[in-house]
C-alpha cells in the first residue's frame, strides 16, 4: 500500500480556504469534512486538511504561526509552465496573493508562488523531465 501524506493547515475562514483550494482544483472529500475541518484531495496518495483554528488546537498545544511568517512552502509539480500559471492566477482570483516570492526562469525549471488566504505558501514549478531525471547536480558540474 502507497504511504499517503496529509498536509494539515489551520485556516481562519473554512468557507475562504474551500473556495481556494478548489480553485486549485483539488476535490472535497466530504467522509473526513465537517464545519470544523475539510479533507482536499491532491492525488491518490496527498491529502489537504484544512482545519479552523479550534480544531488545530487539538492536535497540539503550540501556537500557530502569526500572519506574515513562513515555516514552509510546499512545491506543486507541474505539467509546464502555462499550468503553473494558470495555478497561480485560480489562487489570486479566489482569494490567494500572487507571486509573495519572485518567480523564478531558470530554463529547465519555472516556478511561482501563491499564498492561500492564511498566508500558506504553495509554490507550482515545472522543471524539464530530462533535467528532473538527471538532477540539478549535473547542470552545476557541467
Known amino acids: 500500500m502507497p504511504k499517503k501524506v496529509f498536509i494539515n493547515l489551520p485556516v481562519t475562514d473554512l468557507a475562504k480556504s474551500l473556495a481556494f483550494y478548489s480553485a ?6 466530504p467522509k473526513f469534512s465537517d464545519d470544523t475541518a475539510a479533507c482536499m484531495i491532491l492525488s491518490d496518495t496527498i491529502y489537504v486538511m484544512l482545519l479552523t483554528h479550534a480544531k ?3 492536535f497540539t498545544t503550540r501556537p500557530i ?6 515555516e514552509v512552502s510546499l ?3 507541474c505539467e ?3 499550468e503553473v500559471d494558470r495555478l497561480v492566477a485560480a489562487g489570486g482570483a479566489s482569494g490567494g496573493q500572487i507571486d ?3 518567480p523564478e526562469d531558470h530554463g529547465f525549471m519555472y516556478q511561482r508562488t501563491v499564498a492561500d488566504p492564511d498566508g ?3 509554490e507550482p514549478f515545472w522543471m524539464d523531465p530530462a533535467m528532473a531525471e538527471a538532477g540539478v547536480h549535473e547542470e552545476a558540474a557541467s
Do not use: D
Not at 486549485?24 to 472529500?29: A, T, V
Not at 504561526?65 to 513562513?70: D, V
Open 24 to 29: 486549485l482544483g483539488m476535490e472535497r472529500n
Open 56 to 58: 488545530w488546537q487539538g
Open 65 to 70: 504561526c502569526p500572519a506574515g511568517s513562513s
Open 75 to 77: 512545491a506543486l509539480a
Open 80 to 82: 509546464g509552465k502555462a
Open 100 to 102: 509573495v516570492n519572485p
Open 120 to 122: 500558506h505558501i504553495w
